[in-house]
């Protein structure tokens, strides 16, 4: 391969990739716009790079005429449309005029490969995603904003990385960033649906852009709206395999950084990044790493095997509607709070993490020393990696703690048992609970719930004072909680006015016994402080809350179902009874009225119809793929023209799959994947309806 077929040249106009797929039938691909050979031949060395165990095909390109390009697939077995990797090729192509060929790979974390194995495993679009806000007040220029933070987004490699779609998961980091940054006028929506919208609509680790950045209001100048309309807000929403709350906000600063210097980031590629900690996790010695997880008393592998263990006291239901609740102590309360751990030699995270250990001991009517287990989130920024403080990535992960709760023992023998576990545990934040699972090997119930205790970068008070000069004011983003893949997440942090913030994420499911639980650990935060001395034993802490809840111990509940695929929603009817079906994969990040504009403006006669957004891969991808197609088939009849599966660039890949399975009922197809340069929607049904019709 030579290097001059990714010379970079200008490219101005959209490009369209058309597969068509007839059953026993070659895959032809047709491409429109304006694509050099080089690049074509460029794109296909890269999938079979990327594909290596695919079975090696024949391409047969040529260019009929001026913006046209056809490629032929054969192989000497004989075609079969299943081997040739379509939708990963039309993905490629669509986006890569302006620069896609030269994203290079890297290889993950233990870390990242769990907490993407852990969002596939639990289908749903706001798994292991996390959000955050803040308020913004004073001056606010729109343009700037959004020029601001693609310059971060140019800058910074981790919001240009996805997971790839191969069996052992890689990175895959773009040359190019794909940006999501939506502005919506103030009276456009409400805040709260807006986020829970957000949150339902998810993050896709394999697609580029792990961070969306979603900003409400701020586009008025006047003061006097402002005073009126109240500060512009933002919402950033992110998915944990690549990204953690710590990195969140080094990721704001930087955005700030460039938004004062007129919305270009000084400086260059950030180092380190996550190239170097992955080298650095590489080169690590894991033998006291296993022996502390092993040997250690608070260890997940140490509990005594004649001990009493709680079980687990919930079941994750998976496709139940999400909860959410929240708490907050005073201000006094906090200090107080804080005051009182740090005399046991402990933080308010270590008080938290006593406080639950009691709970889940009472939840689980256990009587005597017990053993209770829960998972705790490690920022992953104490270890030994030059520059950790300031490199963003998916550092933060959960590790496994099992507790022992003895009704004799005191609250400062709780607490001192805890703190030395924790201190122990720090040396060793770059180990992952697969890791230690692996090492201890131990038959124990699993940690169903998840405390995260949030830690934040140190302020930059300069950078602070340069904005207030501005007239500019904001504070740190604040959390609003993550569905994790425990049926049960509780995360702890401070707000603005330096209270702390109780958030429980949750299956709707079981929300009278978890705002019970939410509801006690805030009674017992704030009562311990009050009364809790050297003598106060751990069944005198429970006997406060005897006279609380009455109910039976919460049991497990079983799983639902998994919901069914929605059925697709009709844009515009058919004009007549034999038109043709042009069905249309929503786009994450794009709303109905995006569609219902793009219906409007295009010239027919299809049926046209809207499906949900697929994954672009992992374990459920083809199962979703399925669903969708059951869920079409009825609207594709014969008799009619050939059926069309249109996608903008990004699901590719998800509209082969679903033409695929057409093809193989019979069908001839065609699946169209549009390059979204311009994203008017008026000029997207042109294209559409182009690229629909056959070409000569």
């Known amino acids: 391969m030579t290097t001059n077929r990714f010379a970079r040249l200008p490219q101005r106009e959209p490009i369209t990739v058309v597969v068509d797929l007839g059953p026993g039938a070659a895959p032809v691909l047709k491409l429109c716009g304006p694509l050099p050979t080089t690049r074509i031949e460029a794109a296909l060395d890269s999938i079979t790079a990327r594909h290596p165990g695919a079975r090696a095909w024949k391409t047969d390109l040529r260019r009929p005429g001026p913006g046209r390009h056809t490629v032929r697939f054969s192989t000497a077995e004989g075609p079969d449309p299943a081997d040739f990797p379509l939708g990963a090729l039309a993905d490629l192509l669509t986006r890569a005029g302006r620069g896609a060929f ?24 706001g798994r292991q995603v996390e959000q955050a806000s803040f308020d913004w007040h004073g001056p606010l220029d729109v343009p700037r904003f959004t020029t601001a933070w693609h310059s971060v987004f140019a800058r910074e490699s981790v919001l240009r990385t996805a997971f790839d779609d191969q069996s052992e998961p890689g990175l895959v980091i773009h040359d190019r960033p794909d940006p999501q940054v939506v502005h919506l006028p103030h009276d456009s929506a409400e805040w709260h649906t807006l986020v829970a919208s957000d949150r339902r609509r998810g993050i896709d680790p394999r697609r580029p852009a792990p961070l969306r950045v979603t900003l409400l209001g701020g586009e008025s100048a006047d003061l006097a709206d402002t005073a009126r309309t109240g500060p512009a807000r933002v919402l950033l929403t992110y998915h944990q395999a690549l990204l953690d709350s710590w990195s969140v906000r080094l990721l704001v600063r930087e955005f700030y950084r460039a938004y004062l210097a007129g919305g270009e980031l000084p400086g260059g590629q950030r180092r380190p990044d996550m190239s170097d900690y992955s080298a650095w996790l590489a080169a690590q010695d894991t033998t006291a790493a296993q022996d502390f997880f092993t040997h250690t008393a608070a260890g997940t592998g140490a509990d005594d095997a004649d001990a009493v263990r709680v079980p687990p006291l919930f079941t994750d239901s998976a496709h139940r509607t999400e909860g959410r609740s ?167 942090h401070h707000d603005r006015d330096a209270c702390l913030v ?195």
């Open 326 to 492: 929240r708490l907050r102590l005073t201000q006094e309360e906090t200090a107080r709070l804080a005051e009182w751990a740090a005399a046991w030699g402990g933080g308010e995270s270590t008080a938290l993490q006593a406080v639950w250990s009691l709970l889940l001991y009472r939840a689980g009517r256990a009587e005597g020393p017990c053993h209770v287990r829960f998972a705790t989130t490690t920022a992953g920024r104490g270890i030994l990696f030059e520059g950790v403080a300031r490199t963003p990535g998916a550092l933060a992960g959960p590790l496994p703690q099992s507790v022992l709760v003895d009704p004799d023992a005191t609250v400062p023998q709780l607490m001192a048992h805890l703190r030395d576990h924790c201190l122990g545990q720090a040396a060793y934040e770059w180990v992952t609970a697969g890791q230690i699972h692996a090492w201890t090997r131990r038959p124990a119930p699993p940690a169903d719930t998840l405390l995260t205790f949030e830690t934040l970068p140190h302020a930059l008070s300069e950078l602070d004072a340069e904005l207030a000069a501005h007239g500019i004011e904001v504070e740190p983003p604040q959390t609003l909680g993550a569905h994790t893949a425990y049926p049960l997440t509780l995360t702890a």
């Open 102 to 125: 030269t994203a290079r790979h890297q290889n993950t974390t233990l870390l990242q490969r769990e907490l993407l194995a852990a969002a596939d495993a639990h289908p749903g679009p």
């Open 502 to 696: 109780l958030t429980a994420s949750y299956d709707q499911a079981r929300f009278g016994e978890i705002t019970e639980l939410l509801a006690h650990a805030a009674l017992l935060l704030r009562e311990l402080p009050r009364g809790a001395g050297p003598g106060t034993t751990l069944g005198d802490v429970l006997a406060l809350l005897t006279h609380l809840g009455t109910g039976p111990a919460p049991g497990p509940i079983p799983a639902t179902e998994q919901e069914s695929t929605p059925l697709p929603a009709v844009l515009r009817p058919p004009a007549h009874p034999r038109a043709a079906t042009l069905a249309l994969l929503q786009a994450p990040g794009r709303t109905r009225a995006f569609y219902d504009r793009i219906a409007h403006a295009y010239p027919g006669p299809e049926n046209l119809l809207l499906l949900t957004p697929l994954p672009a891969g992992g374990a459920h991808a083809e199962t979703a793929a399925r669903a969708a197609y059951d869920a079409l088939a009825p609207h594709l009849r014969p008799g009619t023209g050939g059926p069309v599966l249109a996608a903008f660039s990004g699901d590719g890949v998800a509209a082969c799959t679903l033409a695929r399975l057409a093809a193989a009922d019979g069908h001839q197809i065609r699946a169209v994947v549009l390059d979204t340069t311009a994203a008017d929607p008026d000029d997207l049904a042109h294209r559409l309806a182009a690229a629909a019709r056959p070409h000569p």
